[in-house]
Structures are given as structure tokens and as C-alpha cells.
């Protein structure tokens, strides 16, 4: 069997390894013919006598040569790794028994085994035929890759000899000794042949000798080796018979020269037949191969889209479990915080537990030494109720005779109801007789006060201020029985230089000094008070010049704070109020109950300002001023329309209602220059009582009133809006005088319209049953003494009115 020629360029591995029989592997007699790997596996060496090859210089396998199983596997099992498929040469006989599948068998030649589709088991690294050592050992690799030695190299005994019809020559070798010649003078060996082989010529090398272990078919004998030419002897000419001699032994060189090239040239011809063959089934080989190839090829193209898909599958698969392993992260993360809260949870459940296990052994510690108290507690009190039952049966027998007492004290008791009954019933007659004096009791009030007068004027002097001289006083007050004089003493100078004074004295209802305290003059005005709540009209107002004291009367200081309402400083018009509440409270054990509303007015400048209306309401600039008008009510009540009235239904909001008006006042002050001294500040309170036992009702109103300054035009020397304001309030104070003048002449015309505050005051002044009163205040100071004296000349003339149906006693 030769090898198979590889043509130019191939990646194959030279044809005598494809072909599983490796020619130059088996000519050595030194060299041990091998199975290596894929390559060297399918080689399989003849019988070697330790002779050279023949002159083909191919191992051709004897017919029927059969290997051992183990070998044909180890020869069978090679492949070609270096193309990434399997090449198996299988003899056909050993394919036949192994079923393998029909037309995979070249079925020319025993000794070419069946090229098989190879299974590519690993990427091919690179597609150069791999070249493998000439004195490699003898591996093969198995199944599962691993590698194993390969069988001995098949014995003599078990290879069977080559056909008789190759001669088997003796090869003049170059110093090569694995360089073959094939027959046709190709290299027949390129993987194991020397660079330096050269082709030889046909029978060039053709030894001529049999070989000494040739069998006997060999055709030609030692004879008909062609040994060297008779050497050419000197014979002289005449020498026929040696030249003769020479002659035929160059013939019969000749001769067997001869037949020595016919025999050469009979072999080559066998050999050339048996190369023909040879490349008829080499190419068929190589179809297949091919075929092999192309089929890996596909092969490889579906296991590369395989892979591919596998590996984008494998992405997928990759993603979505880096996705699931993100969620479970997250989840995990989750789960840990809840744990950990959960351990924080049962933590902090964990020290309450221990903190109330703590608690409940203290106390049930505290409990047993209660138990221990109580028992000795018990054992104790056993001892004690036996001496208690003894005491026991002592205290029956003093029950009983205590059941006797008591049943005395029952018949007393029942007599005592009887009399409790009386004394109820009389209770009852009396309270009615009360209710009775009580109407009884505002009818004499109301006489008293009528017969006081119902018109008083009350003169109140103010202490000096610190930068008046006391020795020039003109006021003094005589010592008087009533307290209800004072005189004025005015100082002049005549024409002729000589100093004259002139004493005036009045007579009021009552003078107050300078040290009187504001306790003491309210105390005067309480019973007019009294006649307010009982349903009277009652006004009450300070005359006087600037600073002469009406407002410190009138209201108390300036500033009054809640504090101060218990003052002692406080006027008429807080503990007026405060008499009326402490009236109401007694008067509903009577049956009264009372409803309290208060409003606070200004008359500026013949202009009605209300007091308790929020700040802004009685802005000078600015917003438009409510107007406020004087009107007459259904009932014939003089009220004042769009005012702010406050339901008075505590002594407290008393405080909040002078605070307010004060205010209100500072604002209007910023304004106007002492805008408080030039303008009537009026309190109204409208009591409305109801008696629910006797069906008695009352309204009565109080009219507080602080006047303006009442200076005179002439001593004030205002102009301007000083002079305007000056004669407003002349004009009204002048207008109150009318009033008072008509009501006490008995005219049918009072002038009340005249001005405003007279206008406000016509239900309270002159009415037939209303109660007026004046305090006229003075300011002692000689500076002042023409305007007190005006002022006490102005309360006269209101003191000698006589209004009503009482004459005071004693007026002129
Ligand atoms: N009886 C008094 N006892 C103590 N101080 C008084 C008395 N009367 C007035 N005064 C003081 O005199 C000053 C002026 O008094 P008040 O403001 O009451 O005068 P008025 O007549 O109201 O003045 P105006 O007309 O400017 O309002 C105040 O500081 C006040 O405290």
C-alpha cells in the first residue's frame, strides 16, 4: 500500500498517514513501527526481519493481515485532531464485522480501511497537519481523550507476508535511511524524508543481490546480480583466447545486465499498475474527505449557531438571573430590615418584659409581706373579735336601750316637722311681705330721692396741684354742719390802686373737699344709683373748667388697669357699675333678674363718636365715619342708631369697656390736641329688670357723662379750630343750662334739640320721674378762680331748678 500524494498546498497530512500505514515508520529496522495519536494510529507496520523495504519503499500490508483487536481499535480510534475530526482506517473485513454503514468501505483494498465522517471533538486550533515525530512513542488516546500507550507493534507471527508477486529489493539508500523513492520518482515520504532525499532513477538502485532472508520465489538467483564489469586485462593481440575470454565474460555481464533491467523493468511495471490503482483509490479517499470536510464544515456552521444560540440563550439566561438575583437582594435586604426591626421590636418587648417581670417580683415581694401583715393581721384580729363579741353582746343591751331614746326622739322629730312646716309657711308669708316692702321700699326710695330733689348739684374741690401757692387760696369751705358750702374770694385792685375783695358763697346739696375720697363721694351717689336699677332715668355729670378734676371723678385715673377696678381710685362710673351688680344678685333672691347693656359715646364738635367701636371705625382720616343719630325708640327711649352697645354681663367686662373708650379717645387725641378736655364723653346703661314672682318690671337708664372744659371764650384765647371747638362746647354747656332753666321754669318747650348732648340726655333730663345730678368740680388754684367761679355760678343756677314733683328743701 503506498501513500496517498498530497497535493500542493493541502492541510492534509501526508498521504502514507491518511492512509493508516505508514511507509518510512516501518523501513528502519531500528524504528519500531508506532500508533500515535490520530496520526500515526491507522499505521501498521509489516513483519520486518530487520531487512529494508522494498524499492517502492511502501509498507504494503500482507493480504488477510488481521490485527489483534486491541491494535485494530488503537488503529481505528486515531484521529485526526489537527483538523478536528476523526480519521479511522478500518481494514474492510474488521468494517464488515464492525457494522459500519454501507459505502464507507473502499472496498479496493484490504489494507485501505474506511475513511469515516469524523466528529469534530474540539475547535480545531489550527488546520496544518500536525507532524509528529519519527520516534514518538506509541500513544493513542481513548474515548474520553485520555491517553494510553499503544499496542506493541504487531508481531511477526501475526502479520502476514507480503504477496509473493513484490520482490523485495535491495535499495541502495542515500545516507538517509528513511528517504523512498516512489517507483514513479516522487517522494513518496516528505514528512520522514531528509531535506537532502533525492528521486533516484528507475532502477537505478536496484540491487541486483538477493537479500539473504528473501523467501524462494524470488526469480532470479544471486547469478543474476549484476556485479561489477570484468575488469579489463592487458592481453598482448595475440592473445585471442584471453581476448576471447574477456569477451564472454562482457557478454554474459552484458547478458545479465540484461536481464536484470527486463527484470526491473517487469516490476516497475507492477508497481506502476499497482500505483494506478492506488491513486484511483486515493482520489476516491480524497471525495470522501472531502465530502467529510464539507459535512464538518456544516457541522461546525450548525455547532457555531448552536453555540450562538446557546450563548445568547446563556445572556438570557445570565440576565435574568442577575434580574432574579437583584429581587432576591432586594427581597433579601427587605427581609433583613424587617428582622432587624423586628429584633428591635422584640428587644425593646424584651426589656419592658424584664422591666415588668422586675416590677411584678417587687410586688409580689410587696404582696407576700402583705400576706405576712395580713396574717399576722388575722391571727390578731381573731383574738380582737373575740373580745369584740364580748363587747358585742355589752353594746346590744345599750342598743336597745339607745332604740328606746330614739324611738322618744322620733316622736320629737315629728313634732319638730310640724313645726318646721309652720315656720316654712311663715317663711313664705314673709318673703311675700319682703316682696311687698321691696316695691314698698323703691316707692319711699323714690320719694326720698324726689324729696331731695330731682335735680342736686354736688360741688367737689381737687387737691392743689404741686406748683400752686396754697397761702393765696381762694376757695374755702366753712364749717358746716350739712358739709354744703363754700365760698370764693376774688381779689381786685381800683382805680385808685387799693386792693378790694369780694366773697361769693354757695349753697349745694353737698361739698366735697379737696381730701374727700372718691369711696365718699360715690357714697352720695349710690342712691341714685339704687334708683337707675329700680327703673328711674338718672343722669349724672361733671361741670368744670380744664383739669378741675370731672374726669378723676367721673371715671378714677387715667390709666386704670384690671387690678385697679378693686381700687380705691376708681370713680363713679366702675362702682356704679359694680353697685348694680352686687344689687342684681341680692334683688334675684327677690325674684329680679336684670339685663345689663352699656354704650360709650363722644359729642365732639357737635358730632356723635362712638367709643367701643373698633379703632378704625372712628378713624379722623381715612375711612368714612358711621354716622350716628339720635332717635326715639317704639318704647319713647332716647337711643342712638348704628352705636355699639355691650352686654354688661360682668363686672370684668366693665374694665374692657373703659379700656376700649380709652383707646378710642388716645386715637382721636392724636388728632385733635386735647381732644379729651374738648369733647362730652357719655356712659349709658339701660338696666331692664324682671320680677317673675310679683310680675313686676322696670327700665331704667344711667347717663354718666364727663363734660368738656367750659372755659371761657373770652379767657381761653383760642382761634382757629381751638376757637371752633371753644364755642361748641360753650354752646352745648350753654344749650344744658337752657335745658335746665325751661325745665325749671315749667315751660312747655324744653330746648333739648338744641344741641347734642342735651338731645342724648332728654330721657334722663326733666323727665317727670328722672333724677339728675351735677357735680360742679373746682380747682382751688387762684389762677382759676374766675373760671370756678363761673362754673359755681353755672351749678347754682341748675341748683335752684325745681324739677318734678319734689321741691328740694331749702332752694331759693
Ligand atoms: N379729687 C382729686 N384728687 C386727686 N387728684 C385729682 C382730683 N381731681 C383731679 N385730680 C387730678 O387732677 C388732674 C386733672 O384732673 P382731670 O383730668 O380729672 O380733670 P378734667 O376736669 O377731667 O380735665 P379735662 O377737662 O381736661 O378732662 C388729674 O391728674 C387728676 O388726677
Redesign the pocket.
Known amino acids: 500500500m503506498t501513500g496517498i500524494p498530497q497535493p500542493p498546498g493541502s492541510m492534509l497530512r501526508p498521504p502514507s498517514k491518511i492512509g493508516g500505514l505508514e511507509s518510512s515508520g516501518v523501513i528502519s529496522g531500528k524504528r519500531k513501527a508506532t500508533t500515535e495519536n490520530d496520526s500515526d494510529a491507522g499505521v501498521l507496520t509489516a513483519p520486518n526481519k530487520g531487512t529494508s523495504v522494498p524499492a517502492a519503499g511502501r509498507q504494503i500490508a500482507a493480504p488477510g493481515f488481521k490485527p489483534k483487536k486491541a491494535e485494530m481499535d488503537t488503529v481505528y480510534a486515531g484521529r485526526r485532531s489537527s483538523q478536528g475530526f476523526k480519521v479511522t482506517v478500518k481494514p474492510q473485513e474488521s468494517a464488515a464485522s464492525s457494522g459500519a454503514r454501507p459505502g464507507t468501505t473502499t472496498g479496493t483494498s484490504a489494507r485501505v480501511g474506511v475513511v469515516r465522517r469524523a466528529v469534530p471533538r474540539q475547535p480545531a486550533k489550527s488546520m496544518a497537519p500536525r507532524r509528529i515525530p519519527a520516534n514518538r512513542s506509541a500513544v493513542t488516546r481513548g474515548r474520553g481523550g485520555g491517553v494510553r500507550k499503544a499496542p506493541a507493534p504487531l508481531g511477526r507471527k501475526k502479520t502476514t507476508p507480503p504477496p509473493d508477486s513484490i520482490k523485495r529489493r535491495r535499495i541502495e539508500r542515500p545516507a538517509d535511511a528513511h528517504a523512498m523513492t516512489s517507483p514513479t520518482g516522487d517522494n513518496a515520504n516528505n514528512g520522514n524524508m531528509g531535506a537532502g532525499a533525492l528521486p533516484r532513477p528507475v532502477g537505478s538502485n536496484v540491487d541486483t543481490k538477493r537479500k539473504a532472508g528473501d523467501d524462494s520465489s524470488d526469480e532470479y538467483s544471486e547469478d543474476d546480480s549484476l556485479g561489477p564489469p570484468p575488469a579489463p586485462t592487458q592481453r598482448n593481440g595475440k592473445d585471442l583466447e584471453g581476448r576471447m575470454r574477456d569477451l564472454e565474460a562482457q557478454v554474459r555481464y552484458m547478458n545479465t545486465g540484461k536481464r536484470t533491467a527486463q527484470k526491473a523493468k517487469k516490476q516497475l511495471s507492477i508497481e506502476l499498475e499497482h500505483n494506478n490503482t492506488k491513486v484511483t483509490q486515493l482520489e476516491y479517499e480524497k471525495k470522501l474527505l472531502e465530502a467529510t470536510v464539507e459535512d464538518n464544515g456544516k457541522q461546525v456552521r450548525l455547532l457555531r449557531d448552536e453555540v450562538e444560540d446557546s450563548q445568547r440563550t446563556l445572556q438570557s439566561e445570565k440576565r435574568r438571573h442577575e434580574d432574579e438575583l437583584d429581587e432576591f437582594q432586594r427581597s433579601h435586604r427587605r427581609e433583613m430590615e424587617q428582622v432587624q426591626e423586628e429584633q428591635r421590636q422584640l428587644r425593646k418587648r424584651n426589656i419592658e418584659l424584664e422591666e415588668d417581670l422586675d416590677s411584678t417580683r417587687a410586688t409580689l415581694q410587696l404582696k407576700k409581706d402583705e400576706c405576712a401583715q395580713l396574717e399576722a393581721t388575722v391571727s390578731k384580729q381573731a383574738s380582737e373579735h373575740i373580745e369584740l363579741e364580748g363587747n358585742c353582746r355589752s353594746l346590744r343591751s345599750k342598743a336597745e336601750q339607745l332604740e328606746n331614746i330614739i324611738s322618744e326622739r322620733e316622736i320629737r322629730i315629728a313634732e319638730l316637722d310640724e313645726d318646721v312646716a309652720s315656720r316654712s309657711h311663715t317663711i313664705e308669708e314673709l318673703e311675700a311681705k319682703l316682696r311687698k316692702e321691696e316695691t314698698l321700699r323703691r316707692g319711699l326710695h323714690n320719694a326720698i330721692q324726689e324729696l331731695k330733689g330731682n335735680i342736686r348739684v354736688f360741688c367737689?374741690v381737687?387737691?392743689l396741684g404741686q406748683a400752686d401757692e396754697a397761702a393765696m387760696l381762694p376757695i374755702r369751705l366753712p364749717t358746716c354742719e350739712d358739709n354744703n358750702e363754700i365760698e370764693l374770694t376774688q381779689t381786685s385792685e381800683n382805680a385808685l390802686g387799693r386792693s378790694t375783695s369780694k366773697t361769693f358763697p354757695f349753697k349745694f346739696d353737698r361739698v366735697f373737699e379737696?381730701e374727700s375720697t372718691q369711696e365718699a363721694v360715690f357714697e352720695e351717689v349710690s342712691q341714685l344709683i339704687q334708683s337707675a336699677l329700680d327703673g328711674y332715668p338718672v343722669c349724672i355729670f361733671a361741670y368744670?373748667q380744664?383739669?378741675?378734676?370731672?374726669?378723676?371723678?367721673m371715671q378714677g385715673?387715667?390709666a386704670l388697669s384690671a387690678n385697679d377696678m378693686d381700687s380705691s381710685v376708681l370713680g363713679v362710673i366702675p362702682r356704679a357699675v359694680k353697685q348694680i351688680y352686687e344689687n342684681t344678685s341680692k334683688l334675684a333672691e327677690r325674684g329680679w333678674e336684670y339685663s345689663l347693656e352699656g354704650q360709650f359715646l363722644e359729642i365732639y364738635n357737635e358730632t356723635i363718636q362712638d367709643l367701643l367701636a373698633p379703632a378704625t371705625r372712628n378713624s379722623q382720616n381715612g375711612e368714612k365715619q358711621t354716622k350716628l343719630d339720635i332717635y326715639q325708640d317704639s318704647e319713647g327711649h332716647t337711643r342712638v342708631k348704628n352705636v355699639t352697645t355691650v352686654n354688661v354681663d360682668s363686672a370684668g367686662r366693665v374694665h374692657w369697656l373703659l379700656a376700649r373708650a380709652a383707646e378710642n379717645r388716645t386715637v382721636a387725641a392724636t388728632n385733635c390736641n386735647?381732644r379729651?378736655?374738648r369733647s362730652h364723653s357719655v356712659f349709658t346703661l339701660y338696666l331692664r329688670g324682671k320680677n317673675s314672682l310679683t310680675g313686676e318690671s322696670s327700665s331704667g337708664v344711667l347717663n354718666l357723662i364727663?363734660l368738656?372744659?367750659s372755659e371761657r371764650l373770652s379767657s381761653s384765647g383760642s382761634s382757629g379750630d381751638r376757637l371752633k371747638e371753644t364755642q361748641a362746647i360753650n354752646k352745648s354747656l350753654a344749650c344744658l343750662g337752657d335745658v335746665i332753666a325751661a325745665l325749671a321754669k315749667g315751660n312747655r318747650h324744653i330746648p333739648y334739640r338744641n344741641s347734642k348732648l342735651t338731645h342724648l340726655l332728654q330721657e334722663s333730663l326733666g323727665a317727670g320721674n328722672s333724677k339728675t345730678l351735677m357735680f360742679v368740680?373746682v380747682n382751688p388754684s387762684p389762677s382759676s378762680s374766675q373760671e370756678s367761679l363761673c362754673s359755681l355760678q353755672f351749678a347754682t343756677k341748675v341748683n335752684s331748678c325745681q324739677i318734678g314733683t319734689a321741691r328740694r328743701q331749702g332752694a331759693t
Not at 380744664?546 to 371723678?553: A, E, Q, V, W
Open positions: 367737689r381737687r387737691p379737696s368744670g380744664t383739669g378741675s378734676g370731672k374726669t378723676h371723678t385715673p387715667d386735647e379729651s378736655s364727663d368738656a372744659g368740680c
